[in-house]
């Protein structure tokens, strides 16, 4: 059986497991929000920390706060900034508004852990030393601590899901390059088309990756203006004047981030439009991944009764009824994940709108989806990019065969025969089963030697108008 403590706080006791560094508040946001058993991710934890560490740093430094307690919440800080007491953050993300309860969770096990670093127990019935809210939240309020944590954590993971993006841009260049030279009959609403390259589809799925990248960096951008030290409504009270100024000069040294200043404090506490910027480019990011999945989907269907020009790696068997049935799951998991960061971005927009007058409480669901939205994304494409895009094999023949048999080849007959009488040769084609270049060379349209330049589908794959003349 779990052995208790009791804690106190303002509404009176509460029993807390004995060996938790959280306390009252902590506790009573679980036995309130037993929702949906999730925790807080790492970069919350990480940034929320991160935060208190650098708060009693300034304030120490201010002479508001006691060296020595200042230099204990450090310490203890420093220790859930490297993933020592994770355990110990309990709250569900879904909880009152604003992340009160994330704000105090931090609090209580930073100042309990600080304490126990200057010689008081965890359960011992000493006074201890260090305050979670008179010490450790000092200067600060729920209210600019998680938007500045939600900055903080994407800023944090910004890199690593960057170098993923790229990785995958990188793979597609690659085969690109290697697949320039197969020519295949390109489709427009999933009908033939005139011909394109494999290597042109291919590296245009490269670009619409690099261009997301470029997207979801500039998005990024607005995230490093943090309103910290506008404590409750955005005035600053309870905070020393160079407190602000000073928090984002710390925060950038711990972290190794570019940060600035919030040149309106109001505006930082009531909108949350940087969020919903910086969303939405994941998003845009999300929406291209999964139609890319989708059309190797198309491209990989088969192997007998489909498209099949591309073949997918045989990672896992594909059914379990069917003997030797290997399907495209890497493209399957995609478009499942990034469906999911989509819904999570239409849960960060609804919240941001949310907000009223000095404050958003929807700040809580805010920050973990966001995070959830990068998890996600930078995991699923690693996936999909070491597991499908690498191994991706190009079927020449089958590519090339469904070109032979396309009519949409008389396309490049227009300049010379004309749109009206290309119809009757590509109607004609269908119905006869016979090739373009014998009907135009066989009712005289063109000669064989300046149909056979005409038709040829490499050219047509580099744009241009014929200069030749029809006959006939």
Same mark, same amino acid.
């Given at each position: 059986m779990t052995e208790y403590r009791i804690e106190k706080d303002t509404l009176g006791e509460v029993r807390v497991p004995i060996d938790a560094y959280y306390a009252a508040q902590t506790q009573r946001a679980v036995d309130n929000f037993n929702v949906s058993g999730l925790k807080p991710y790492r970069a919350f934890i990480w940034s929320m920390a991160t935060i208190k560490r650098?708060?009693?740093?300034?304030?120490?430094?201010?002479? !508001?706060?006691?060296?020595?307690?200042?230099d204990a919440i450090?310490?203890?800080?420093?220790?859930?900034?490297?993933?020592?007491?994770?355990?110990?953050?309990?709250?569900?993300?879904?909880?009152?508004?604003?992340?009160?309860?994330?704000?105090?969770?931090?609090?209580?096990?930073?100042?309990?852990? #600080?304490?126990?670093?200057?010689?008081?127990?965890?359960?011992?019935?000493?006074?201890?030393?260090?305050?979670?809210?008179?010490?450790?939240?000092?200067?600060?309020?729920?209210?600019?601590?998680?938007?500045?944590?939600?900055?903080?954590?994407?800023?944090?993971?910004?890199d690593e899901l960057i170098a993923t993006m790229q990785h995958c841009a990188t793979e597609f260049r690659k085969k690109a390059v290697e697949w320039d030279d197969i020519v295949k009959s390109g489709r427009t609403h999933l009908q033939d088309a005139v011909p394109v390259r494999?290597?042109?589809?291919?590296?245009?799925?490269?670009?619409?990756?690099?261009?997301?990248?470029?997207?979801?960096?500039?998005? #990024?951008?607005?995230?490093?203006?943090?309103?910290?030290?506008?404590?409750?409504?955005?005035?600053?009270?309870?905070?020393?004047?160079?407190?602000?100024e000073n928090m984002v000069t710390v925060l950038s040294q711990l972290t190794g981030l570019v940060l600035y200043p919030s040149d309106d404090l109001f505006e930082s506490m009531q909108s949350h439009q940087d969020a919903v910027f910086f969303s939405g480019a994941l998003r845009s990011a999300a929406q291209d991944f999964s139609r890319i999945a989708s059309d190797i989907r198309?491209?990989?269907?088969?192997?007998?009764?489909? !498209?099949?020009?591309l073949t997918c790696p045989p990672v896992q068997p594909g059914s379990s009824i069917m003997p030797g049935?290997?399907?495209?799951?890497? #493209?399957?998991?995609?478009?499942?994940?990034?469906?999911?960061v989509m819904g999570n971005d239409h849960a960060i927009t609804l919240g941001a709108q949310a907000g009223q007058l000095e404050l958003n409480v929807m700040m809580p669901i805010m920050a973990h989806n966001l995070n959830e939205m990068m998890i996600v994304m930078n995991g699923a494409v690693r996936?999909?990019?070491?597991? !499908?895009?690498?191994?991706?094999?190009?079927?020449?023949?089958?590519?090339?065969?469904?070109?032979?048999?396309?009519?949409?080849?008389?396309?490049?007959?227009?300049?010379?025969?004309?749109?009206?009488?290309?119809?009757?040769?590509?109607?004609?084609?269908?119905?006869?089963?016979?090739?373009?270049?014998?009907?135009?060379?066989?009712?005289?349209?063109?000669?064989?030697?300046? #149909?056979?330049?005409?038709?040829?589908?490499?050219?047509?794959?580099?744009?241009?108008?014929?200069?030749?003349?029809?006959?006939?």
């Open positions: 650098a708060a009693a740093e300034v304030n120490r430094d201010l002479g !508001l706060l006691d060296a020595k307690l200042a450090i310490q203890a800080a420093d220790e859930v900034i490297a993933g020592k007491w994770d355990a110990h953050f309990v709250v569900d993300p879904f909880q009152a508004g604003a992340g009160t309860s994330h704000n105090m969770n931090t609090n209580e096990v930073i100042a309990n852990r #600080a304490s126990e670093i200057l010689g008081v127990a965890l359960n011992s019935p000493d006074k201890k030393p260090v305050n979670p809210n008179d010490h450790v939240n000092m200067a600060q309020s729920t209210n600019d601590t998680i938007p500045t944590a939600l900055r903080l954590g994407a800023l944090w993971k910004l494999l290597g042109q589809e291919v590296g245009a799925w490269a670009k619409a990756i690099e261009r997301n990248i470029e997207k979801v960096k500039m998005a #990024a951008e607005g995230l490093r203006r943090l309103g910290i030290g506008g404590t409750a409504t955005g005035s600053g009270i309870n905070a020393h004047p160079k407190y602000h198309l491209l990989s269907s088969g192997p007998t009764t489909g !498209l099949g020009e049935k290997v399907n495209p799951v890497l #493209a399957e998991m995609l478009n499942q994940a990034m469906f999911h996936a999909f990019t070491d597991k !499908l895009v690498v191994g991706l094999v190009a079927n020449r023949e089958k590519a090339e065969s469904w070109l032979l048999k396309n009519p949409i080849l008389v396309t490049a007959l227009n300049p010379v025969i004309g749109y009206e009488m290309g119809a009757k040769v590509a109607k004609k084609s269908l119905a006869e089963n016979r090739t373009l270049l014998d009907i135009v060379v066989s009712d005289g349209l063109l000669g064989e030697e300046e #149909a056979r330049k005409v038709l040829d589908a490499r050219a047509m794959t580099e744009g241009g108008v014929s200069d030749i003349k029809g006959g006939g």
